[in-house]
Structures are given as structure tokens and as C-alpha cells.
């Protein structure tokens, strides 16, 4: 069989750097606007985010019904077990587009949680027409658990920056931390406003996939950077927008390729995963998507903006056409 890989050019010449200036504004516009999604209108503990029963504390059940589910009917049943704030919604799922046969219930069970859930189930069964196997989730979270985990995951996030700047900093130099934390930061703001854009649970899941996608991005923007570093010693007298052009055309393939193969592994995660993994699923592919593009037009214009667009050794020296990105 004719391998399909050789219709991909074998070397590019792309000129990255000549948009990095509308990239970067449009960058800076995505990640206030997805800030803002996240965070208004501000009500604690997820602002503007779905809060999941890891955070916001309280009981979680979801449940199939044979036919399309009655939710009127379900949110009586669980007013007239007298619980707090009950919601009631149908959610999606690949054998269930529509989200007709598939029901969410999130509550507030007061004293004794184990049994008001029991009182619950079953009258959700009696009104629903099902039995206890259709019961996918049951979660019960107490308030001071959930304000622990929030803070925790909070926590986690911003040690796994901060630790990232200290390793690109001691391995590479003070202005490549910088790109890459930036990047970072470009990275979970756009996912933020992706998960409140697309109502999508904030759960400790959802923290998992982040801090994945902090991982993944990074390894990223290692690969630009170290192939960036070598071409700043080996082409001294390159000024800095065709060095950086020229590294990162020549990390391209990889960059594609493992993105693309990590993105088919999830896409099939996503529609053979169930429920559970759906959204982590979902965050993980718009995660890596943004990280490719976040290594080429976010990270590398750093280094760009850190050396006031030119080299200290470009002053005084000729151009010197090394490589197909270096060409006009």
C-alpha cells in the first residue's frame, strides 16, 4: 500500500513570526474573555463554571430511563422528599444524543445523607419506572470536603506553573521560563472559557484533564525551545525572527504528528469511554489542539519580544541563509 505520509511536505517553510502579531492579539482577546466566562458572575466557589459535586458539596444522581424521562415528574419527586435545592436536567451521551433517556439529579440532603439518597432512589424509581441498576452515579460530598478539594485543585494548578517556570528556568534560560509559562497560563485560561462556554462539569476530572494539558503542553514547547537554543549557537549571526521561523518548521512534523495520534487515542476515549470520561475526554483534545498552537504562536514570540525583536550579535553582522525558513 502507498504509504499516505508521503504526500506530507518533507521539509516547510513556513513564516510563523510574520503573524505573531495577530495571533497574540487575538490570544490576548480569547484568554480576557474566557477569564471572564470562568469567573462572572462570581458566586463562590466556581463563578462562572458548572461546579461538579466535587466542589460544591452535596449529592449526585444520574440514572437511564427505557423511554424519554419525564423530568417534571422526577423534579416533584425529589421536591416532595423535602431536599435542598434540587436540580433536575437530561444530559447527552454518544448513545444518547438527544439527552432524552439520560437524567441528572443534583440535591442537598441535609442530615443523615445515606438515608435521604435511599428515600430518593426510590422515589425516583416509583415515578421514573426504573430500578436500582439504573443508577449509574451516586456521589455524596460534604460542604467542608468539597471547599478542601476546590482549594486543593487550585493549589495543584498553580504549583504545576510555578514548578514548570523553575524547570524551564534552570534548563533552558530566564526568557524561555517566561514563554512557557505565559503559553501555560494562555493554555488554562482558553480552557476555562471552553468548559463555561460549553457548560461542561468543573470537577476534580476537570482538574486532572488541566493539569494533563499542562504536562503536554509543555513537553511542547521543550521541543521548540532546545531545537531554538541550538540553532541560536549554531546560526549566531541569524537574526531572531528567521531562527525562530527555522526552528519551529523543523519541529513541525513531530509537533503534528504526536498531536494528531494523541487526538484519535482520545477522540476514541471520547465516544467509547462513557459518561464518566466523556468531558475529560473533550477538555483533553481541545487541551492539546491549543498546546501545539500555544508552543508555535504564544511561546516562541516571547523570545522574540524578550530580545526587543533582534539579536545583541545582529547589530553588526550580514544575514546569513541557513535552511528553507530562513528563505523570503
Not at 444530559?91 to 435521604?116: C, I, L, M, W, Y
Not at 476514541?268 to 468531558?279: I, Q
Amino acid at each position: 500500500m502507498w504509504p499516505l505520509i508521503k504526500i506530507l511536505p518533507v521539509k516547510t517553510n513556513f513564516r510563523f513570526v510574520a503573524f505573531s502579531k495577530y495571533a497574540g492579539a487575538i490570544s490576548i482577546l480569547l484568554a480576557i474573555g474566557s477569564l471572564f466566562m470562568a469567573i462572572y458572575p462570581a458566586t463562590p466557589p466556581c463563578g462562572g463554571l458548572n461546579c461538579g459535586i466535587d466542589f460544591k458539596g452535596g449529592t449526585l444522581l444520574e440514572f437511564s430511563t427505557p423511554g424519554p424521562a419525564n423530568l417534571g415528574a422526577i423534579r416533584q419527586a425529589l421536591a416532595a422528599q423535602g431536599v435542598g435545592d434540587p436540580q433536575v436536567q437530561g444530559f447527552a451521551t454518544p448513545d444518547d444524543p438527544s439527552g432524552a433517556r439520560h437524567v441528572s439529579t443534583r440535591f442537598e440532603p441535609g442530615e443523615n445523607p445515606a438515608q435521604k439518597v435511599e428515600q430518593v432512589k426510590a422515589a425516583i424509581e416509583k415515578v421514573a419506572g426504573v430500578d436500582d441498576k439504573a443508577f449509574t452515579r451516586t456521589e455524596v460530598v460534604g460542604p467542608k470536603v468539597s471547599s478542601e478539594l476546590f482549594t486543593g485543585g487550585i493549589i495543584a494548578l498553580l504549583a504545576a506553573i510555578g514548578l514548570m517556570l523553575l524547570y524551564i528556568w534552570f534548563r533552558f534560560e530566564l526568557q524561555f521560563g517566561l514563554g512557557a509559562v505565559v503559553a501555560l497560563f494562555h493554555d488554562v485560561f482558553l480552557t476555562f472559557g471552553m468548559i463555561a462556554v460549553f457548560k461542561l462539569e468543573f470537577s476534580l476530572t476537570t482538574v486532572a484533564a488541566i493539569l494533563t494539558i499542562i504536562g503536554y503542553s509543555m513537553n511542547d514547547t521543550v521541543v521548540v525551545f532546545d531545537r531554538l537554543r541550538e540553532n541560536m549557537r549554531k546560526y549566531k549571526k541569524m537574526p531572531m525572527r528567521e531562527i525562530i521561523d527555522l526552528s519551529i518548521n523543523e519541529t513541525l512534523s513531530r509537533t503534528v504528528i504526536t498531536g494528531l495520534t494523541a487526538i484519535i487515542a482520545l477522540g476514541g476515549l471520547a465516544v467509547f469511554g462513557g459518561d464518566a470520561l466523556y468531558g475529560f475526554s473533550i477538555i483533553m483534545i481541545f487541551g492539546i489542539a491549543l498546546g501545539t498552537y500555544s508552543s508555535i504562536y504564544v511561546a516562541a514570540p516571547i523570545i522574540l519580544l524578550w530580545n526587543g525583536g533582534k539579536r545583541k550579535e545582529d547589530t553588526e553582522a550580514e544575514v546569513q541563509i541557513l535552511g528553507p525558513a530562513s528563505r523570503a
